[in-house]
């Protein structure tokens, strides 16, 4: 999720309009808003025409991102800028030819383009957002499944869906509202993962975690008060591992429909870690489970 990245899907980064009184052709500033030599504000570089992305589709970047979404045969793809080092460095990683034609860019046009904070290395890939798969697709992979409720920040299910693709988990389930688009940002933060990994949005988790466990998985519910996740336990389970936002943890109805819950054993000073921290620590202990 922050910044100059937007969480919608749809156009990203600066609009590039001038600001109102910063235009060509207006009058001097006078009385007390006249502006004095050395104090004038900065220029803002306009964005090239026909750069901003249209509706229903999202710059993604950086060159884990790209590669990955290029190598995705699901992801509908509109236009890959590179500098001469990225296109280089991604030929490297995925050999040529590619689904489409790069068009070589300079880092300075890349850095109008997208956020102030993003990190591109060079690489910007025009896409259509990934269609929502079904909760059936998803339980035919095998592996455990992740639920987030009411995780908000994009780079925090980035880094989610990252720990899940490592730890060979089937999908990761979000809300519907009360969670992240898919954005360059959540992407990036992904590292790849996010065209491996199913993210599937959810109405109503709680009746969510019903089907989950009607279809014999076993829903824990990460709680800092609770005993020690032990992957020991759990083995012979498939477990949908249950997530709350930090701060305010699992909501009550979302802890009620959980068949347990099971905290980290942390003997430290700290008694919380980021949530995709936690995730990975917990996930970690599912997988050793001897």
Known sequence: ???????????????????????????????????????LPPRVEPRPAGEEAPRGTIWLYGLHAVQAALANPARRLRRLLVTEEAESALAQRLPQPWPLAPERAERARLDRLLSADAVHQGAALLADPLSTPSLAHALERPGPLVVLDQVTDPRNVGAILRSAAAFGVAAVVVQDRNAPEETGALAKAASGALETVPLLRAVNLARTLVALKAAECWAVGLDPGAKPLDGRWLAERRVALVLGAEGSGLRRLTRETCDELAGLAMPGSIASLNVSAAASIALYELARRT
């Open 1 to 39: 999720m922050k910044s100059g990245q937007p969480n919608r899907r749809g156009g990203q980064g600066p609009s590039g309009r001038q600001e109102p009184g910063g235009g060509a052709g207006q009058g001097r500033a006078s009385g007390p808003h006249r502006q004095h030599r050395g104090h």
